[in-house]
């Protein structure tokens, strides 16, 4: 069986309650820097922030919906969310995924904070995975893939 590279990893997601507050304490106490200002994605229910430390970006996402899916990890005092990698193909990725016992727990939709790149959240043993999907032109979709008239 031949091994597939997932993609290309793009940041760590921690979840936190105040994303500005987390990211002025990353800043005093690690030199964190920002990359970018706060976002708020109603489609994902989050509010969040990339900064980077040293080669890592992080994404800080604090909850902004009731329920909000960042509700139980910061119940339970866990900081990392979700770790990201960039895919090519977005859709293509997730059904090898799927193939492959992969559980998708939320399927592919935009994010404002990647200009409305879509992405996706699977869960592989225990660790949540999102998949952000390339900007730029999609990979052509086979005639066979399409779907058709009945």
Do not use: N, W
């Not at 994303?19 to 969040?48: I, K, N, S, Y």
């Not at 090898?96 to 990647?114: D, E, I, M, N």
């Not at 998949?131 to 066979?144: A, K, N, V, Y």
Request: proline residues 9%; glycine residues 8%.
């Amino acid at each position: 069986m031949s091994r597939q590279q997932l993609g290309r990893f793009r940041h760590v997601g921690v979840a936190v309650r105040d994303v500005d507050a987390a990211a002025e304490r990353f800043a005093a106490l690690l030199g964190a820097v920002p990359d970018a200002e706060a976002v708020h994605d109603a489609e994902q229910g989050v509010r969040l922030r990339l900064i980077r430390l040293g080669d890592l970006q992080i994404e800080l996402l604090e909850p902004a919906a009731e329920p909000s899916p960042l509700d139980s990890v910061i119940k339970h005092g866990l900081g990392i969310y979700h770790v990201c990698y960039e895919v090519d193909d977005l859709d293509a990725e997730l059904s090898r995924l799927q193939a492959s016992g992969v559980r998708t727990v939320s399927p592919p939709k935009p994010a404002a904070a990647f200009g409305g790149c879509r992405v996706a959240f699977v869960v592989c043993q225990g660790l949540m995975i999102e998949l952000l999907e390339s900007p730029g032109p999609r990979p052509p979709t086979t005639e066979s893939s399409r779907p058709g008239p009945e």
